[in-house]
């Protein structure tokens, strides 16, 4: 059984819209998730963590949490062309303090003008 | 400026030989972690410290080795028992066992002919 599962795209959406990125997780006592941004041949970027139930902004990027469901989003708002990377999303699984996450395969996105 | 470094950032080797990868982090972090990426697979756990002088396996440990002798530098030595070493190398960091917030460095991306 897969850990963490992303729709592997690829996602295209036209400049201006609204992506949105999916990820669902198998371990029910998860506390932590992030996402990532990774740009073709560079090594991925952190740009969101969430931790608690419901939605985190920051700026154009909103991650949404739903830990009943075991599902976490990232939506990104007016999208521009140089979004266009591969999203990872990645979990803490599992109640013990060792600290290591659980990433997804990724999704890719392009963003067309 | 604060950050991980790795390098080299390419490297090409012949088979049969053992090769090791450089990660040097000055942003005090405790533990460190090795990633391999390959096209389509996202990222897979090597190895990780969360002190110094101690090191756990991840999910695909055969063939590599490390070290922890110093809190800044973790590097990673790819054996020649690995079967199928070339891949993108990634090393991380995060503040403690505790913040699962995990920052990358650049990458090296290993060729072995």
């Known amino acids: 059984q897969k850990e963490v599962e992303q729709n592997s795209g690829p996602l295209s959406v036209p400049e201006g819209a609204i992506a949105s990125l999916n990820c669902t997780y198998s371990d029910r006592v998860s506390q932590s998730f992030f996402w990532y941004r990774q740009y073709s041949g560079k090594s991925?970027?952190?740009?969101?963590?969430?931790?608690?139930n419901g939605d985190k902004e920051d700026g154009r990027f909103t991650a949404q949490l739903n830990k009943a469901s075991q599902y976490v989003s990232l939506l990104i708002r007016d999208s521009q062309p140089s979004d266009s990377a591969t999203y990872l999303c990645a979990v803490k699984i599992g109640g013990s303090t060792l600290g290591r996450l659980y990433f997804g395969r990724g999704t890719q996105l392009t963003v067309w003008p | 400026d604060g950050g991980i470094t790795q390098s080299p950032k390419y490297l090409f080797?012949?088979?049969g030989q053992n090769v090791t990868l450089s990660c040097e982090q000055n942003l005090n972090h405790d533990a460190m972690y090795w990633y391999r990426q390959d096209p389509g697979q996202g990222l897979r756990?090597?190895?990780?410290?969360?002190?110094?002088?101690?090191?756990?396996?991840?999910?695909?440990?055969?063939?590599y080795s490390v070290s922890r002798e110093k809190k800044e530098s973790f590097p990673l030595t790819v054996t020649s028992a690995q079967?199928?070493?070339?891949?993108?190398?990634?090393?991380?960091?995060?503040r403690d066992r505790d913040s699962?917030?995990?920052?990358?460095g650049p990458g090296t991306r290993l060729t072995v002919t």
């Open chain 2, 13 to 15: 080797r012949k088979e």
């Open chain 1, 44 to 52: 991925p970027e952190l740009i969101m963590s969430i931790y608690s």
């Open chain 2, 100 to 104: 699962y917030e995990q920052y990358f």
């Open chain 2, 83 to 94: 079967k199928n070493p070339t891949a993108f190398y990634l090393c991380a960091s995060s």
């Open chain 2, 45 to 63: 756990l090597i190895y990780y410290s969360q002190i110094v002088n101690d090191f756990q396996k991840g999910d695909i440990a055969e063939g």
